[in-house]
């Protein structure tokens, strides 16, 4: 999962794709677009879609105002 605040990690997946072709496995969340936004409420469903065979890397653009914080309060 690339996590970012606005539209960062969407650029970086779509670069991804261009050299390595579609990735269904990478998952993207564009934080803070707009007033009303729910960080909190969109990695929850994500969390929820994961099997318990999965695996979960998350990368974020920043330490302190990340998603992999938001997880914890879930």
């Known amino acids: 999962m690339l996590t970012s605040h606005a539209y960062l990690v969407q650029g970086m997946k779509s670069s991804l794709e261009l050299i390595l072709g579609e990735q269904e496995c990478v998952d993207v969340v ?3 677009t707009d007033g009303q936004y729910d960080i909190k409420v ?3 469903k994500k969390l929820t879609a994961l099997q318990p065979e999965d ?3 998350v990368i974020a653009d920043l330490w302190h105002i ?3 914080h ?3 309060a879930i």
């Open 42 to 44: 969109e990695i929850e």
């Open 55 to 57: 695996e979960l890397i």
């Open 30 to 32: 564009c934080a803070y």
């Open 66 to 68: 990340d998603v992999r």
């Open 70 to 72: 938001y997880k914890l």
